[in-house]
């Protein structure tokens, strides 16, 4: 082979490879990563074949895809996905997370998409009786870690020594404590939980809410600080789309009864 010819397919060969990368730049620069954590219903949860659904990730995927973007989502533990999006593993986090003045110096939040408050879960026929918040004393009693249900539990009854921290229980993930509640109150008494989200496992499973604790959250998405970009295309957004039928849509999907 002559050297013009090796030359000629060197290249060629050089820039397929060339428009195969910049292809693939091309199309990591319209990808959304959206991280989850996958354990509350009806916001976000695993189906049996494995798909991560719920309200949080139509809502945050009409909205991306709106914006032009492709949207992965990744199921990651609630209290890694702050962490998770600090280091740029994921880029935007969408899982029923409340906006606070804590987390608003560790990440910029989107407008508020959804209010709840706290609720407490008992298993049903258990015996446990709970109308007010000192009730829960007596029992042992859980939330799910890096929540703000796990800092009212912290804040009102461990902190004031009103709850033995013995009888605080940690769970990782939300589907865990219910399962440890249907365990008996041995195992857990009593779980501090989301609003809607006590309501969605009362629907199906053998729990109930005994109290709801008023606490005036919101909902938001949440970006890394100084991704400003994203975060207004996010915003205008969501201004349209909560205004939109698909919204009505969405609502009537996942909280009609
Ligand atoms: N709204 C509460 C918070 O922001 C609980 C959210 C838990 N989300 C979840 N996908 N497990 O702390």
Request: proline share 2%; charged share 15%.
């Given at each position: 082979m002559g050297n013009r010819k090796l030359m000629a397919i060197v290249l060629i060969g050089l820039t397929f490879v060339g428009m195969t990368l910049s292809g693939c730049t091309q199309q990591k620069a319209n990808t959304i990563i959206v991280g989850t954590s996958a354990d509350y219903p009806p916001f976000e949860n695993t189906t049996v074949n494995g798909s991560i659904v719920g309200f949080d990730i139509d809502l945050i995927k009409k909205v991306l895809q709106d914006?032009?973007?492709?949207?992965?989502?990744?199921?990651?533990?609630?209290?890694?996905?702050i962490p998770e999006l600090q280091l740029g593993h994921i880029n935007v986090i969408a899982a029923a997370m409340t906006i606070n003045a804590e987390r608003e110096t560790q990440v910029s939040f989107s407008r508020p998409y959804y209010d709840a408050n706290q609720s407490v879960l008992v298993q049903t026929g258990s015996g446990v009786n709970i109308t007010n918040t000192i009730d829960l004393t007596k029992y042992i009693v859980g939330a799910q870690t890096g929540t703000t249900g796990w800092e009212w539990v912290n804040s009102t009854l461990v902190a004031t020594g009103k709850l033995?921290?013995?009888?605080?229980?940690?769970?990782?993930s939300a589907l865990l404590a219910i399962n440890d509640l249907q365990n008996g109150p041995t195992r857990l008494g009593?779980?501090?939980?989301?609003?809607?989200?006590?309501?969605?496992?009362?629907?199906?499973?053998?729990?109930?809410?005994?109290?709801?604790?008023?606490?005036?959250?919101?909902?938001?998405?949440?970006?890394?600080?100084?991704?400003?970009?994203?975060?207004?295309?996010?915003?205008?957004?969501?201004?349209?789309?909560?205004?939109?039928?698909?919204?009505?849509?969405?609502?009537?999907?996942?909280?009609?009864?």
């Open positions: 914006e032009g973007y492709t949207v992965q989502v990744r199921d990651i533990a609630f209290d890694s996905l033995n921290p013995d009888h605080f229980n940690s769970y990782q009593a779980l501090v939980i989301d609003s809607p989200v006590a309501n969605a496992f009362a629907a199906k499973q053998a729990v109930k809410v005994a109290l709801t604790i008023t606490t005036n959250e919101s909902y938001g998405f949440a970006v890394k600080i100084g991704n400003t970009a994203l975060l207004t295309k996010i915003n205008n957004d969501l201004l349209n789309v909560t205004g939109s039928s698909y919204w009505k849509e969405l609502v009537d999907k996942y909280f009609a009864s």
